[in-house]
């Protein structure tokens, strides 16, 4: 796995693509969570905003994706 990636002739870090990817799922998956309701049914929606993205941006670092 590269340590960076060239990105528009700059070198960035992979962890700051896979953190921006993470980023991009945890707001599409928050849309459909508020959309159907979910947050009404938790006792600290930022938490579980929260939680849910440490897990995708942990998996995305276990998996060495982006």
Request: glycine fraction near 14%.
């Amino acid at each position: 796995m590269p340590r960076e990636i060239a990105l528009f002739g700059a070198l960035v870090p992979t962890l700051l693509v896979q953190f921006l990817l993470g980023l991009l799922l945890v707001w599409m998956l928050d849309g459909l969570a508020a959309r159907h309701g979910l947050y009404r049914h938790v006792w600290n929606p930022a938490l579980v905003r929260l939680a849910l993205f440490v897990c995708i941006f942990g998996g995305f670092g276990l998996l060495g994706l982006g």
